[in-house]
């Protein structure tokens, strides 16, 4: 089974991930849209994030207008992103040609308010050490805490020839307070667009053993086992992550057994 996604060429909508298809909990669509056109949908039993990924653009749920809301690109700006409560209407209306928007959703139960989340609301968290670093933002994590029902959002940027995720980690199995139970999806970007990452994907006895190439745009599901990144030098490598799950919001990754040796270098090097 495979659980890449490669980047295709498109115009309007597509879901490239439908909730259920490779993770029950996790779905991502993309929206590209040309100056003046505009696209709308209805939640019905999923929440939704739409983050705004490059362009300038309106989007609308329920009657609710937010205005103007821009991002030059995913490398340049922190995000902008607008929450979609269940059972709701939304709306975009391109402002700029080239506009592109994720469409994250989860099933979801409990039906919220809609809100914003404006670059300034993004949390920043810089991890790791050595040749692991990366930079994390959280859209929707722990700052929307009763404020959404099960999705998290956030974006992560791998430095040139570092790794990230790392030491590797899973949250496929509910065993709190070592582990959470969320299955996850990455889309991502590359810069410059003709470099490359690479995915892994691994569990315990090796009965999942994946490795994919990623170019820009691509998007992997990663319902379960353990799942680092690497960026190839020279070249920087983006992702967006949507996770949910049957238990709550509490992200708790359990490292690798075999690499979690690797929590204690970070105090040996101060």
Same mark, same amino acid.
């Given at each position: 089974?495979?659980?890449?996604?490669?980047?295709?060429?498109?115009?309007?909508?597509?879901?490239?991930?439908?909730?259920?298809?490779?993770?029950?909990?996790?779905?991502?669509?993309?929206?590209?849209?040309?100056?003046?056109?505009?696209?709308?949908?209805?939640?019905?039993?999923?929440?939704?994030?739409?983050?705004?990924?490059?362009?300038?653009?309106?989007?609308?749920?329920?009657?609710?207008?937010?205005?103007?809301?821009?991002?030059?690109?995913?490398?340049?700006?922190?995000?902008?992103?607008?929450?979609?409560?269940?059972?709701?209407?939304?709306?975009?209306?391109?402002?700029?040609?080239?506009?592109?928007?994720?469409?994250?959703?989860?099933?979801?139960?409990?039906?919220?308010?809609?809100?914003?989340?404006?670059?300034?609301?993004?949390?920043?968290?810089?991890?790791?050490?050595?040749?692991?670093?990366?930079?994390?933002?959280?859209?929707?994590?722990?700052?929307?805490?009763?404020?959404?029902?099960?999705?998290?959002?956030?974006?992560?940027?791998?430095?040139?020839?570092?790794?990230?995720?790392?030491?590797?980690?899973?949250?496929?199995?509910?065993?709190?307070?070592?582990?959470?139970?969320?299955?996850?999806?990455? @889309?991502?970007?590359?810069?410059?667009?003709?470099?490359? *990452?690479? /995915?892994?994907?691994? $569990? =315990? %006895?090796?009965? !999942?053993?994946?490795?994919?190439?990623?170019?820009?745009?691509?998007?992997?599901?990663?319902?379960?086992?353990?799942?680092?990144v690497a960026a190839a030098?020279?070249?920087?490598? @983006?992702?967006?992550?949507?996770?949910?799950?049957?238990? *709550?919001? /509490?992200?708790?990754? $359990? =490292? %690798?057994?075999? !690499?979690?040796?690797?929590?204690?270098?970070?105090?040996?090097?101060?």
């Amino acid at each position: 089974m495979s659980y890449f996604y490669p980047a295709k060429e498109q115009k309007g909508f597509r879901q490239v991930i439908p909730v259920g298809e490779k993770t029950a909990y996790t779905g991502f669509g993309l929206l590209k849209l040309a100056a003046g056109e505009s696209y709308g949908a209805e939640t019905k039993g999923e929440e939704v994030v739409l983050v705004l990924l490059a362009g300038k653009c309106h989007i609308t749920v329920n009657g609710q207008t937010f205005d103007n809301l821009s991002r030059k690109d995913v490398f340049a700006e922190k995000a902008t992103a607008v929450y979609v409560p269940i059972n709701s209407r939304w709306e975009v209306a391109a402002l700029s040609p080239n506009l592109e928007v994720a469409v994250l959703s989860a099933p979801a139960e409990r039906q919220f308010a809609p809100f914003i989340i404006r670059p300034e609301d993004v949390i920043f968290n810089h991890r790791g050490v050595l040749n692991w670093q990366r930079d994390v933002y959280d859209i929707m994590v722990a700052n929307v805490e009763g404020k959404v029902d099960r999705i998290v959002v956030g974006e992560t940027y791998s430095f040139p020839g570092q790794w990230s995720s790392y030491p590797s980690h899973k949250h496929d199995t509910q065993n709190l307070p070592y582990e959470c139970q969320m299955d996850e999806i990455y @889309y991502f970007k590359v810069k410059p667009t003709e470099g490359f *990452g690479v /995915q892994i994907m691994y $569990n =315990d %006895d090796l009965s !999942l053993r994946e490795a994919y190439m990623i170019k820009d745009g691509d998007a992997v599901a990663l319902p379960a086992g353990y799942h680092p990144v690497a960026a190839a030098p020279g070249f920087q490598v @983006y992702y967006l992550w949507v996770m949910a799950g049957p238990h *709550g919001r /509490q992200l708790t990754p $359990n =490292d %690798d057994p075999k !690499l979690k040796w690797l929590q204690n270098i970070p105090a040996m090097l101060k």
